[in-house]
């Protein structure tokens, strides 16, 4: 079965806050209630629970790549959370410590690219009349990644946030010697 992929840009959050590398991308990978048209003329959106089972499963080796480049390029980064909330899927995203993460990690902080797009293969839909147009919701989709692409098909797919992990030593010393006194 192909892979389908769903990719629009808006406001950032950066967070300055601290000596760090941004080391994280944070977005939203499916916004909730909005629609994307199809090249074959239809519209599709996804179910809030459309990804569950996925994120369950496997919610922590799904992969970022740059451009949906998923079978020469290596992952610019993991995924290590998913939450489901009421906008959207956010996810937070461990950016590779290699020139493509620190590439990508520099585009989102520089907001010259900030859209994100999902790849997942459609397990469950229900299709639906929405005027005079047919549409497809999707009940269930397997995650296979999701990519980092300047644009998206979807307004609200897009990284919100770039920013350090401040449990990580090399990234944030001062506070993951003394974190446990913030506690």
Do not use: C
Not at 33 to 43: F, L, Q, S, V, W
Not at 93 to 112: H, I, P, Q, V, Y
């Amino acid at each position: 079965m192909n892979i389908e992929t769903r990719a629009v840009e808006g406001e950032l959050e950066i967070r300055d806050d601290l000596d760090d590398d941004y080391r994280h991308l944070i977005g939203i990978v499916v916004p909730w209630n909005a629609t994307y048209k199809m090249p074959d003329g239809r519209t599709e959106s996804f179910d809030p629970a459309a990804f569950d089972k996925s994120v369950k499963a496997r919610g922590d080796r799904i992969p970022l790549f740059q451009n949906h480049e998923t079978t020469l390029a290596m992952p610019v980064g993991m995924a290590v959370s998913f939450t489901n909330r009421q906008d959207g899927l956010l996810a937070d995203f461990k950016m590779a410590r290699t020139l493509r993460g620190d590439e990508s990690t520099s585009l989102a902080r520089d907001r010259f690219v900030t859209g994100l797009s999902v790849g997942f293969r459609p397990i469950r839909n229900r299709s639906e009349r929405r005027g005079d147009t047919d549409h497809v919701v999707r009940l269930e989709a397997a995650l296979d990644h999701v990519g980092f692409v300047s644009n998206p098909a979807y307004a609200g797919a897009q990284v919100l946030a770039v920013r350090f992990d401040p449990d990580d030593e090399a990234q944030a010393p001062r506070l993951a010697r003394w974190r446990h006194l913030l506690a």
